[in-house]
């Protein structure tokens, strides 16, 4: 069981990124998928969530309007797409996933996830 995390880059204010989240060793479909993300010297923090029961996603208020979390079961792959990046958007980004249902009031607790990605680095700067 293997997540992995891709797609962090430089990008200057304003910018796209797409990250994506692979799995390997079991289907991505049957789980509640998040990213998360750590800034130097803060908390690890939920940023999106999708869940397996019916597709539903969850944004935090930060990035609301801006990310867009999508699955692709074909690619057994989770991306995030983020727009409009700021600078407060810098941070390592982690995907992680957690087989079947998902209470909507801990989507954003790292502790309901059994399964994390290594960080990938989303630096926005000018």
């Known amino acids: 069981v293997q997540l992995q995390a891709s797609g962090g880059g430089l990008v200057q204010p304003g910018g796209s990124l797409r990250l994506s989240c692979l799995a390997s060793g079991f289907s991505l479909e049957h789980y509640a998928v998040a990213w998360f993300r750590q800034a130097p010297g803060k908390e690890r923090e939920g940023v999106s969530c999708i869940v397996s029961r019916d597709g539903s996603t969850y944004y935090s208020d930060s990035v609301k309007g801006r990310f867009t979390i999508s699955r692709d079961n074909a690619k057994n792959t989770v991306y995030l797409q983020m727009n409009s990046l700021k600078p407060e958007d810098t941070a390592d980004y982690y995907c992680?996933?957690?087989?079947?249902?998902?209470?909507?009031?801990?989507?954003?607790?790292?502790?309901?996830?059994?399964?994390w990605g290594q960080g990938t680095l989303v630096t926005v700067s000018s």
């Open positions: 992680a996933a957690r087989r079947g249902s998902l209470s909507v009031s801990v989507i954003f607790h790292t502790a309901s996830y059994y399964d």
